[in-house]
């Protein structure tokens, strides 16, 4: 495929981007020390230490989601009960937070600091060069280029729709409809970008599910502590 152009936001992440290719690389010759040089498991390897070290912005993040969600019936029965009193239902919303010791905007400000290392993971890959190193893994043929099989994008959506399902507590209608809209789109990107973005998506939600399993695991855990 021919390399993006960085544009504005590929140049205001350039050094995100420098970074990760600086990591690639030394990933990839990491590997290579060990006789199985291989970009596609320097790219896995690259995942997980960037979602491993945003795993605490992670947390504060799903459980901020979580809280939120939990909220929406009292929500929802505020903003009917005072759909003609505005100011009311600012000030019965903002003491409903208090009450529950929930800040709305509190998800907002994890995903915005991991926002420019995903976007320079994104810009990283989509133009990393190979070199002359054949960039194949497993049945993929080239990293560069898209995957000749419907595996890559299957993954890819297959794993948004448990990611989804796992962070989402709240079934309304809009719910529903994203939970078949995102994962498709998703899976129609996969079809057109470089593989080896796509295998670093399918890489980073098999991790997001695993700490969104261990997250709920621990809040259980509290929870059951709690009960008794």
């Not at 979602?51 to 912005?57: F, S």
């Not at 998703?186 to 079809?191: A, D, E, F, T």
């Not at 670093?200 to 809040?219: L, P």
Request: proline residues 7%; glycine residues 6%.
């Amino acid at each position: 495929m021919e390399p993006m152009e960085p544009g504005f936001f590929g140049s205001l992440f350039g050094p995100i981007e420098s970074l990760l290719h600086f990591l690639m690389e030394a990933l990839y010759n990491l590997t290579d020390q060990f006789g199985f040089g291989n970009y596609g498991l320097a790219i896995i390897l690259l995942t997980i230490i960037v979602k491993v070290a945003l795993y605490p912005l992670t947390v504060k993040q799903l459980r901020s989601m979580k809280a939120m969600q939990e909220l929406q019936p009292e929500l929802q029965k505020l903003q009917t009960k005072y759909k003609n009193n505005p100011q009311a239902m600012q000030m019965k919303l903002a003491e409903l937070y208090k009450e529950k010791g929930v800040n709305p905007l509190a998800g907002c400000l994890p995903l915005l600091i991991q926002m420019p290392i995903l976007m320079g993971m994104y810009y990283a890959l989509f133009n990393f060069d190979y070199g002359n190193v054949t960039p194949s893994f497993l049945w993929l043929p080239s990293l560069s280029e898209t995957d000749p099989t419907p595996i890559l994008p299957l993954l890819a959506a297959g794993t948004t729709l448990i990611q989804q399902k796992m962070s989402t507590m709240q079934q309304t209608q809009q719910t529903k409809i994203l939970m078949i809209v995102m994962p498709l789109f998703i899976g129609w990107l996969s079809m057109t970008f470089p593989s080896g973005l796509a295998l670093y998506w399918v890489t980073m939600n098999f991790v997001q599910i695993a700490q969104q399993w261990w997250i709920n695991r621990e809040d259980a855990v509290s929870n059951e502590k709690g009960a008794a």
